[in-house]
């Protein structure tokens, strides 16, 4: 039974139930009900730490949402980050309702549809900030945010209970490049007239003073341009559409063409292109295929890969692997993101590869090339004296900085009558609120699942996923011995397989080839990635995936161990 029909619930209830984001970075998820309807907010991704093998993404657990199907009457989303969009097509079919987003979050969602063969029909409904939308007893209006894309919203939701205000991702930049400033207006408006609840980001709380803004970056840009000779190669996030505006304006003033490369970068680059959010000048973008064509001193390639994801393309590079964009001495190569916790690793040994091919290395400890897209401390409390709600739930944050805006929220408010409550509330928890208040009720079911693309393994742990994946399919493990210093194959790859059904007489030649395959994909790859484990175990288990797929229609675990000699 799910919790919002608890005997000690009053009726008319207020009730309001994150999925994920509070407590954990990424997730973002959040149930908000009257009665009989229910609407969501987001619907984001997390991804994945190195050491949980065959997993793509994890998403929040739906079981929540499943048991109130035909409750849930419309989503809504802030803006159109993974983290806040990516489980977009896990949520869909368990309603009927309209998704709500900016134009710039709708078109992001479309080609994830795409993927996962899913029909939205007319069901995508694009807003612009000020507009507002009627979903049964609530009233939603978008608000603008800024942050390190374009087309942001917060959320003023009017319910039976009263205003809740959901503030989505943001920084309050003054100086926005696309001229749409922070509606601190509405703010302060809403606050007048009277806030129940404010749901806020907490990430940067942690930061003094003010984030920089987006156009901070541009001096130290400056410089790398007018100091490299070779090729500049920028790594950031493809949803950086704001870095990639300054760096196209940067490269017309310094007479390079512009180069995206990386699948989502050219993918967001193209949608930002087409909806205006990214102006290139005619004659100034190439393809990643053109880059040989030009001098290097003329180009400038944006790429993905600023966490060293192995399949991106900025690793690629590094490890001379890329078919179009090669590294030499005269080339500089700038990291323009923040390291997610967890992705330090792969940084450090991308960085390791780029040091090999000669090229300098820019990262934000050594210039100003990055900003954060979250507002610091004083912008944090900018908002929270702006809404003056009589309830504060911090959200979107580890438990340390939701504990820590929460403090900062008790100070702000300091002294404000009727005295502010805060409610600090993790993944799961019901958050009520009637005629006598506000609580945090009964936990509802909340956790994650793992996502693993091929649609194998769906589950809320590791264990569970792995259960059904070895029951499934089986596993094989590939030992493979390879020499320390050259990477080379030593002896035989060998096969063992547990739970593997293929047909009788097929198993000896199915491993035979397999072994082919793992010495062929050793010995095409060069010295430093066969030397890398964490790359060549990676290459190895896609390759066998593929190779296993193929030949028996079946998609066992695969487990490479590489031993080195």
């Given at each position: 039974m799910n919790q919002s029909a608890a005997p000690a619930v009053s009726p008319a209830t207020l009730e309001v139930v994150p999925l994920g984001g509070?407590?954990?970075?990424?997730?973002?998820?959040?149930?908000?009900?009257?009665?009989?309807?229910?609407i969501l907010i987001d619907a984001g991704v997390m991804f994945p730490e190195p050491d949980q093998l065959g997993v793509d993404l994890i998403i929040p657990d739906l079981a929540y949402l499943e048991s109130r199907r035909d409750r849930i009457k419309a989503l809504v989303l802030t803006h159109g980050h993974e983290d806040h969009i990516g489980a977009v097509p896990h949520v869909l079919p368990l309603f009927d309702g309209p998704v709500y987003g900016t134009a710039m979050t709708l078109a992001l969602i479309e080609?994830?549809?795409?993927?996962?063969?899913?029909?939205?029909?007319?069901r995508l409904k694009v807003v612009k900030p000020r507009d507002v939308v009627s979903v049964g007893p609530f009233s939603i209006e978008f608000v603008r945010v800024t942050?390190?894309?374009?087309?942001?919203?917060?959320?003023?939701?009017?319910?039976?209970?009263?205003?809740?205000?959901?503030?989505?991702?943001?920084?309050?930049?003054?100086?926005?490049?696309?001229?749409?400033?922070?509606?601190?207006?509405?703010?302060?408006?809403?606050?007048?007239?009277?806030?129940?609840?404010?749901?806020?980001?907490?990430?940067?709380?942690?930061?003094?003073?003010f984030t920089g803004p987006e156009i901070e970056v541009i001096d130290a840009f400056e410089e790398l341009f007018t100091s490299t000779h070779g090729k500049l190669v920028v790594?950031?996030?493809?949803?950086?559409?704001?870095?990639?505006?300054?760096?196209?304006?940067?490269?017309?003033?310094?007479?390079?063409?512009v180069a995206f490369v990386g699948r989502s970068m050219m993918k967001n680059a193209e949608i930002a292109q087409r909806l205006g959010f990214l102006r290139v000048p005619a004659g100034v973008q190439i393809r990643d295929a053109d880059v040989p064509s030009y001098a290097s001193q003329d180009v400038l390639c944006i790429a993905t890969g600023s966490q060293g994801e192995p399949q991106a393309a900025l690793p690629r590079i590094a490890i001379d692997?890329?078919?179009?964009?090669?590294?030499?001495p005269d080339d500089t190569v700038v990291f323009s993101a923040r390291p997610i916790p967890g992705n330090e690793k792969a940084i450090a040994r991308t960085i390791s590869h780029v040091a090999r091919r000669g090229a300098d290395i820019v990262t934000e400890s050594i210039k100003h090339v990055h900003v954060s897209g979250h507002g610091s401390a004083e912008e944090l409390k900018l908002v929270l004296s702006l809404v003056r709600p009589r309830y504060f739930v911090p959200i979107h944050g580890e438990y340390r900085q939701l504990a820590q805006h929460a403090r900062e929220a008790q100070r702000v408010m300091a002294g404000v009558e009727p005295k502010l409550q805060v409610l600090l509330a993790e993944d799961g928890d019901t958050i009520q609120f009637d005629r006598h208040g506000a609580r945090i009720g009964e936990k509802a079911p909340a956790g994650r699942v793992l996502i693993d693309v091929t649609r194998i393994g769906e589950v809320g742990d590791e264990v569970l996923r792995d259960r059904r994946h070895l029951a499934g399919d089986g596993v094989v493990v590939a030992v493979v011995a390879i020499n320390r210093q050259t990477g080379a194959l030593v002896g035989e790859p060998e096969m063992v397989a547990r739970g593997f059904v293929v047909g009788e007489g097929?198993?000896?030649?199915?491993?035979?080839?397999?072994?082919?395959?793992?010495?062929?994909?050793?010995?095409?790859?060069?010295?430093?990635?066969?030397?890398?484990?964490?790359?060549?175990?990676?290459?190895?288990?896609?390759?066998?995936?593929?190779?296993?797929?193929?030949?028996?229609?079946?998609?066992?675990?695969?487990?490479?161990?590489?031993?080195e000699i």
């Open positions: 509070l407590g954990e970075f990424g997730m973002n998820m959040m149930a908000v009900s009257w009665e009989e309807t229910t080609p994830k549809l795409e993927e996962h063969a899913l029909d939205a029909g007319d942050h390190s894309m374009p087309d942001c919203v917060a959320l003023a939701i009017t319910t039976p209970a009263g205003v809740i205000v959901h503030t989505g991702d943001y920084k309050i930049d003054q100086t926005p490049l696309d001229g749409e400033h922070f509606d601190l207006h509405r703010f302060a408006e809403l606050g007048r007239q009277g806030v129940l609840a404010l749901f806020a980001d907490s990430t940067n709380v942690d930061r003094k003073g790594a950031t996030f493809s949803s950086s559409i704001y870095r990639m505006q300054i760096l196209v304006d940067l490269a017309v003033q310094f007479e390079r063409r692997d890329h078919r179009f964009v090669h590294l030499g097929e198993a000896a030649s199915i491993f035979k080839d397999a072994a082919g395959v793992v010495a062929e994909c050793i010995e095409t790859s060069g010295v430093e990635e066969r030397t890398d484990q964490g790359l060549m175990t990676e290459k190895l288990r896609v390759e066998l995936r593929r190779f296993f797929k193929k030949r028996s229609g079946r998609r066992p675990l695969v487990l490479p161990v590489l031993m």
